[in-house]
């Protein structure tokens, strides 16, 4: 079994290890991926502080991008030496997938966020010293790590001569947001949209609203340099909820119509009650952010009826073997500058930008392997 260095997380609340593991042998439909670079996302820090159940020690990490070093005998997409993306997991065969939303996979849970083994239970990962296997198979890849194992559904090949570092949060955040406007909410023309919260999710997003023909882009942030940034990417108005009542100024800035569509992307209930209600007749609020277990929202009944919908979104509700080349042609053209948001760290510093992203000094942190 190949060995790797890997960040591991022992135990709920401890820091990120760097430790050496063993890989599994890759079966007919998996690949092993030499990897380049990996976004840190706040799911992995969400995992890392024990508030979602994945089984620890266990590795983590599923922003990867890299460079193949082998595939299974059934592999078709992707052959060593291509460079590649990688993304979530998904079986392939529920009604869900077949019908193209593998974002909504019948067995998404278990194969990306919780179970931390493949679907028949095996695990993907191994303590070096034997002691037994680790939490692995973490959206089908646990990328923090230099070396991972990786499903065929979770590898999307792209251009060689782009930069990995650019391409590694492709594989969630970007997607994300990129994908809730194209794929979810489908701006109309002449619409309004609103952002809350501008992250790498929020910002994505808004890069890909300002790619249509809307009328307006309203970035709604707490931090000032977060906010001139997302006027830097289009933006049309900026909302500082610091200094501003975010709701008094969506009905100035909309003339009281309210706003077509609205993302949530912060997690936090006040702030998605405050979407909802700046819904234009009609409007449609995606709910991005991912507040803690049990969190409710309440909505007056009788606001929705005029059409307003309120639709959860995972993970852009994308095809990723669409959607990533897409993206890619989008950055090659400029019209998709993620590269604005990216600050790059040495994989031996995930500590510090795990803390950085924690902080919101850093918008997408992105490790590097050419050290490790």
């Known amino acids: 079994m190949p060995e790797t260095l890997a960040a591991v997380v022992n135990k709920p609340g401890a820091p990120f290890s760097l430790e050496r593991i063993t890989l599994d042998e890759p079966r007919p439909d998996e690949v092993v991926v030499r990897l380049a670079a990996a976004g840190v996302c706040h ?41 590649v993306v990688l993304t979530f997991t998904s079986c392939g065969t529920c009604g869900t997938c077949r019908d193209g939303h593998p974002a909504y996979c019948a ?25 037994g296997g680790l939490g692995g198979h973490f959206f089908g890849q646990s990328s923090f790590a230099t070396h991972a194992l990786v499903d065929e559904r979770s590898v999307v090949r792209v251009p060689a001569d782009i930069p990995l570092t650019t391409l590694a949060p492709f594989g969630c955040g970007i997607q994300t947001g990129v994908g809730a406007v194209l794929n979810v909410l489908r701006p109309r023309p002449g619409s309004t949209i609103a952002v809350f919260g501008t992250g790498a999710v929020g910002l994505a997003a808004l890069m890909a609203a300002v790619l249509g023909p809307v009328r307006q882009v309203i970035a709604v942030d707490r931090l000032a340099p977060r906010l001139a940034l997302a006027r830097k990417l289009g933006a049309t108005a900026v909302i500082d909820a610091s200094e501003e009542d975010t709701a008094a100024a969506l009905v100035e800035l909309t003339d009281g119509l309210g706003v077509d569509c609205a993302l949530e992307t912060t997690g936090h209930p006040g702030v998605l009650r405050t979407a909802i209600d700046a819904l234009a007749p ?55 500058p993620v590269d604005q948001l990216i600050r790059t760290y040495p994989f031996a510093r995930i500590e510090e930008a795990a803390a950085d992203m924690t902080a919101g000094t850093t918008i997408k942190p992105v490790l590097t392997f050419e050290d490790a």
């Open 282 to 336: 009609r409007g449609e609020v995606a709910v991005i952010g991912a507040p803690p277990m049990g969190t409710e929202v309440a909505v007056d009944v009788n606001s929705m009826l005029p059409g307003r919908r309120i639709t959860g979104v995972t993970l852009g509700d994308s095809e990723p073997e669409q959607l990533i080349p897409l993206m890619v042609a989008l950055h090659q053209q400029g019209r998709l």
């Open 107 to 131: 067995s998404w849970l278990p194969l990306n966020l919780l179970g931390g083994t493949r679907g028949d239970g095996t695990a993907t990962l191994r303590s070096a010293s034997g002691a």
């Open 43 to 83: 799911t992995d820090l969400t995992v890392r502080d024990g508030h979602l159940p994945f089984p620890l020690p266990g590795v983590l990490g599923h922003e990867g991008a890299g460079v193949v070093e082998r595939v299974g005998s059934w592999v078709g997409r992707v052959r060593p030496g291509d460079h």
